[in-house]
């Protein structure tokens, strides 16, 4: 149908430094947890502020180690949103909490934060705030209500690096600060995560969960005082992150440009009188990670699966980012129902992620919306 090479609706920005960085650490005779994931906590640690930094294998298992530093287990509760990765509230369960979802606001699809207030429990230990699409939940609010009910905040920014809350970068102020560096993400090492920590305990306790509950002392002395799992980064990965971290403000500084030209081509093609939903058109605070729209059910006659094969079919690539948690198999036998956020349930049906990365061209911008608009329009009812 097309000529065009296809469009993924992400794709990681790998210099040749990093390769030949990379291939260096292969040759060099360590290849796992060394000195690179050394360097690499300390680049982050400065970027944060030099609050203390440690890296994971994912950010996974970066959130699960921060309920486990915040003592969260049995019978505690933890709030948080229906709409994100289900990595969220999976951890929750694994550290044998209760995941507690509330529901989101409609313009930044996060947590609403007035309703959070109204779910808080005498077992509520910990709120879970989800950065979607790198749009930061309002920091001020939030952490006035954690203070209020003495609660612990464990930030999902897995999206959110480089984003800002009032001029401040997201992770160099707050409680437990989780990032991913999937390769989705803005910055990757393939897989992998870090955790930001308020002081040396922590961090030392993060260490202890990331490698098999291990304390060392001196050249031969080891001890184990309780569980910790195989959650530690390799250096080659870490290769990938040093590579990555100076380039952050530039990869964001680009997906800014293209989101702004997504809203002026939107807006001429009169996307919002189609019912199509656009993100909130924020240029303080987000770092763009994900650009992603709200089909109009009730106005289309296709569902949006057909809408993304047709523009796959123009070489468009899409996602979904996410479908309500509450409404998966094992959430459900927890005892969640449909109808319980309809707000969350709807933008999850109809959420589409449409293609936003560095290395995106902007006229692939114009052709995005030129062809989602006509397809909107060819599928009117
Ligand atoms: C990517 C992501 C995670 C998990 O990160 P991994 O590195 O893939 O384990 C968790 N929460 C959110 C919101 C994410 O987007």
């Known amino acids: 149908m097309t000529e065009r090479p296809f469009l993924p609706f992400t794709r990681p920005t790998i210099d040749e430094a990093t390769i030949e960085g990379v291939a260096e650490v292969l040759r060099s005779g360590w290849i796992t947890s060394g000195p690179k994931v050394k360097e690499f906590e300390a680049a982050l640690s400065e970027h944060f502020g030099g609050r203390p930094t440690r890296a994971f294998n994912s950010g996974t298992c970066t959130m699960e180690i921060a309920l486990r530093i915040a003592g969260i287990g049995p019978g505690d509760e933890v709030i948080t949103t229906p709409l994100s990765w289900v990595a969220t509230s999976n951890v929750v369960l694994e550290v044998g909490a209760t995941p507690v979802f509330v529901e989101i606001d409609p313009a930044t699809r996060n947590l609403d934060l007035e309703r959070v207030a109204a779910a808080i429990t005498p077992a509520t230990r910990a709120i879970i705030p989800v950065d979607l699409a790198g749009l930061p939940v309002d920091r001020d609010r939030l952490y006035r209500l954690a203070a209020s009910h003495k609660l612990r905040v464990i930030e999902d920014a897995a999206q959110s690096f480089g984003s800002s809350w009032a001029g401040r970068q997201i992770g160099t102020f707050g409680d437990l600060v989780s990032f991913s560096f999937h390769p989705n993400k803005n910055i990757t090492t393939i897989e992998g995560g870090c955790l930001v920590m308020n002081n040396a305990t922590e961090a030392a306790l993060a260490e202890q969960y990331r490698l098999q509950g291990v304390v060392r002392s001196g ?163």
Do not use: C
Not at 358 to 371: A, G, I, K, L
């Open 219 to 381: 050249p031969d002395g080891m001890d184990v005082e309780r569980v910790g799992g195989k959650f530690n980064l390799t250096d080659v990965a870490a290769r990938v992150g040093l590579g990555q971290l100076p380039h952050w403000a530039e990869f964001k500084a680009r997906r800014h440009a293209l989101a702004k030209r997504y809203f002026e081509h939107f807006e001429k093609a009169g996307a919002t009188e189609l019912g199509l939903e656009l993100p909130l058109a924020d240029f303080a605070n987000t770092n763009w990670h994900m650009f992603q729209v709200v089909l109009p059910e009730d106005r289309l006659s296709v569902t949006r699966a057909q809408i993304m094969d047709q523009l796959s079919a123009r070489a468009i690539g899409s996602g979904v980012h996410y479908p309500a948690i509450h409404l998966f198999s094992l959430y459900q036998r927890l005892g969640w129902k449909a109808g319980d956020f309809p707000v969350a349930e709807r933008v999850g049906r109809n959420t589409l992620t449409l293609p936003l990365f560095p290395m995106m061209q902007d006229d692939d911008v114009d052709y995005v919306v030129e062809n989602l608009v006509e397809l909107v329009k060819a599928h009117r009812r």
